[in-house]
């Protein structure tokens, strides 16, 4: 076995990069995902360590030394974080030549060859999924060898190893919550719409939906959606409950939970027999009967993909989802005490000025405990992107973000510019959380908990300070 490290790269100060991340960036308010498609190889391999040196505030000089000891080194890296991964790969090979180091993600699954033609600090990366392959390589199997790799040879010769079979029995993989234990703080993972300290994790893979934006289902996921049985799921919150006790919340964190109903309604009641309090990422178009089982079941809190509120610009995304249909879901989950955190999104194909003045109304009135606004952003290997450089409506840069972390706007069309839609999102923010009864929700729910008085405050700091950042990239 070989003595491996897996690593999320330090990176961009308060930069969420991590592999749960939807999208790979500074965020508004700090907040930080869990590697977990890192520490899921992770846990499979015996005597590992995982460092994610971003969420903890730690440079290469922090880390360097880890590398030291190691024949194995796995980063996961995103296409806006590749450049600075590249570069740290090549720090890793300068200290320590004898290792050989693998990247992983949906940037190096779909951009094999450019990826391993970046350096060659790079010996190998993984196509689509990898817990296995990882395994394999870790265990000492000659990578000529390895199902699901493309590697650099001893000639330096690119070699395209046949794929690896899509994992279906997801009960193979071991629990993730051990390695956080392990080698995590938890406390350093936080978002201010979960409570704190929280734990995420996925109870299974894929997506049924075709959202044409969406990366995840598109390059390593797939669109089956493979579960893992609800005694696996359980067992997992029971070790949290039991080894983790400091944890207020658990997030699962598969692309789309609601997308098998009876399952999430199953595992629902199975939550509710352990007192847990959870959330989960859902379509806006779950039934009244399934909200009830899940509310009773312990669900607090629904991540929800609005994304627009122009009928049109839903049918545009492959979205599968109907504006009343949302609306009536979200009037449910109000009824029900479900707090919502809704994510919209500017920049879309067919947005105009008037679509986008359409979508902050229809976020007002169906009103959202909280929200996240993010400019469309063409990642490789999505239809999206195939769809704007095609189109023109960019150019197929991998610069998707400032040279601090932040979304820059990437789509521009003839009648809408990138720096308008840019500019729209700050607008947005503003006429959400600046109206008179969002402000004295949020100042309420401050009065009651004076912990959350002292996260809001500082979310406020954060906040201020994000807009003062739009405008100076701007």
């Known amino acids: 076995m070989m003595r491996t490290l897996f690593l999320q790269a330090p990176s961009f100060d308060g930069y969420d990069g991590g592999a749960g991340a939807r ?8 907040s930080f995902w869990y590697p977990t498609w890192l520490a899921q190889p992770a846990a499979l391999v015996e005597g590992s360590k995982l460092i994610d040196a971003p969420a903890h505030d730690l440079t290469w000089d922090d880390i ?16 806006p974080s590749f450049r600075q991964d590249v570069h740290t790969a090549e720090l890793i090979k300068a200290r320590n030549p004898n290792a050989m180091i693998g990247l992983i993600g949906a940037k190096v699954a779909v951009e094999t060859q450019a990826s391993l033609e970046a350096s060659p ?11 296995f392959t990882i395994k394999d390589v870790a265990d000492g199997v000659p990578l000529a060898h390895v199902a699901g790799i493309s590697w650099r040879n001893g000639e330096g010769q690119i070699v395209h190893n046949p794929d690896r079979a899509v994992l279906e029995d997801m009960d ?6 051990p390695v956080y234990k392990r080698d995590l703080t938890i406390e350093k993972y936080f978002g201010g719409y979960l409570k704190h300290p ?16 969406c990366l995840w289902p598109q390059t390593v996921g797939g669109h089956n959606y493979r579960t893992r049985s ?36 199953a595992l629902a009641r199975e939550l509710g027999k352990l007192g847990v309090t959870w959330s989960c990422n859902a379509k806006a178009n779950v039934p009244y009967e399934t909200l009830k089982v899940m509310k009773e079941g312990g669900c607090r809190l629904l991540l929800v993909g609005y994304e627009s509120g122009n009928q049109q610009i839903l049918h545009n995304i492959k979205k599968g989802l109907r504006v009343d249909v949302a609306r009536q879901f979200t009037r449910d989950c109000h009824a029900l005490g479900i707090v919502i955190h809704g994510t919209f999104i500017l920049g879309l194909p067919g947005e105009t000025l008037e679509t986008i003045e359409e979508t902050i109304e229809y976020a007002k009135e169906i009103n959202p405990h909280t929200i996240q606004v993010s400019l469309a952003a063409p990642y490789p290997g999505t239809f999206l992107y195939r769809q704007a450089t095609e ?7 991998d610069h998707l973000l400032t040279d601090g ?29 600046f109206r008179p009864r969002k402000i004295g929700a949020i100042v309420g729910e401050m009065i009651r908990d004076f912990d959350m008085m002292k996260r809001r405050l500082r979310e406020g700091v954060e906040f201020f300070d994000f807009l003062r950042r739009r405008k100076e990239a701007a």
Not at 391 to 397: A, I, T
């Open 121 to 131: 600090a790079i010996d190998f990366v993984c196509r689509n999924e990898f817990d």
């Open 64 to 79: 360097k030394h880890e590398v030291d000891e190691r024949d194995l080194v796995i980063l996961h890296t995103s296409t």
């Open 172 to 177: 193979q993989l071991p629990f993730v919550s």
């Open 405 to 433: 972390g932040n979304q820059i706007a990437q789509l521009s069309y003839d009648h809408l510019p990138a720096s308008v839609i840019f500019d729209k999102v700050e607008e947005f923010y503003k006429r959400f959380y």
């Open 391 to 397: 189109n023109g409506w960019f150019d197929g840069s």
């Open 198 to 213: 929280y734990v995420s994790f996925y109870t299974g893979r894929g997506c049924k939906s075709r959202c044409t934006f």
């Open 230 to 265: 609800i005694g696996h799921v359980i067992e997992e919150v029971k070790y949290i409950q039991r080894e983790m006790p400091e944890v207020k919340e658990i997030f699962f964190d598969d692309d789309t939970l609601t997308d098998n109903r009876p399952r999430v309604e």
């Open 23 to 30: 999208y790979q960036m500074k965020r508004e308010v700090r």
